[in-house]
């Protein structure tokens, strides 16, 4: 299975403003492309805090595709949303989760956040890819990418200036 950690940052590597979760703060072209850019996966994993803001939509479709994995430490506070198959929630390490979805079928996984999601799958290897809207924005304070100590080395896949904006989408290849 193929996993792409997909994030927006502040040119100061925030994905959150301040202490506002979400990213609504993204621009128009970024919402966009990301939107786009969610269609070639079938499988979301993100951590609660993720969930929590925009769980209100994720409730909302009538058939929630894809299969969505919300990482938390207690699943049963979730049981309520719970569909299986297509939204579950899991205290599951990163590697079990990946098992799980590749049983349900599942083959690109994009990996939506936050810094708890992202350093969990990170630390054991299982992300392929990271694709980084850099926004023009500086807050100096917020959530970074990511919380706790990596090491790992990126390859330059491709660049692009997204339309009608000053944000940059960069998409790296994490080296084995």
Same mark, same amino acid.
């Given at each position: +299975?193929?996993?792409?950690?997909?994030?927006?940052?502040?040119?100061?590597?925030?994905?959150?403003?301040?202490?506002?979760?979400?990213?609504?703060?993204?621009?128009?072209?970024?919402? #966009?492309?990301?939107?786009?850019?969610?269609?070639?996966?079938?499988?979301?994993?993100?951590?609660? #805090?993720?969930?929590?803001?925009?769980?209100?939509?994720?409730?909302?479709?009538?058939?929630?595709?894809?299969?969505? +994995?919300? +990482?938390?430490?207690?699943?049963?506070?979730?049981?309520?949303?719970?569909?299986?198959? #297509?939204?579950?929630?899991?205290?599951?390490?990163?590697?079990?989760?990946?098992?799980?979805?590749?049983?349900?079928?599942?083959?690109?996984?994009?990996?939506?956040?936050?810094?708890?999601?992202?350093?969990?799958?990170?630390?054991?290897?299982?992300?392929?890819? +990271?694709?980084?809207?850099?926004?023009?924005?500086?807050?100096g304070t917020g959530t970074p990418v990511v919380a706790k &100590?990596?090491?790992?080395?990126?390859?330059?896949?491709?660049?692009?200036?997204?339309?009608?904006?000053?944000?940059?989408?960069?998409?790296? &290849?994490?080296?084995?």
């Amino acid at each position: +299975m193929r996993i792409v950690l997909i994030v927006a940052q502040s040119l100061d590597g925030f994905i959150t403003r301040h202490s506002e979760p979400g990213a609504e703060w993204t621009s128009p072209a970024d919402k #966009k492309w990301f939107r786009e850019s969610l269609g070639q996966f079938d499988a979301q994993v993100m951590a609660s #805090k993720t969930y929590a803001t925009v769980r209100e939509r994720i409730l909302q479709e009538n058939c929630p595709a894809p299969f969505r +994995m919300i +990482m938390t430490r207690q699943p049963d506070q979730f049981a309520d949303d719970q569909i299986p198959g #297509k939204l579950e929630f899991s205290s599951a390490e990163p590697a079990s989760i990946r098992d799980r979805l590749i049983n349900a079928g599942c083959h690109a996984c994009a990996l939506l956040g936050g810094a708890t999601a992202h350093d969990a799958f990170l630390a054991t290897e299982l992300v392929d890819e +990271m694709w980084v809207t850099i926004e023009p924005r500086i807050f100096g304070t917020g959530t970074p990418v990511v919380a706790k &100590r990596q090491d790992r080395e990126l390859v330059l896949i491709d660049s692009q200036r997204l339309p009608k904006s000053d944000s940059v989408v960069l998409k790296y &290849r994490i080296r084995s």
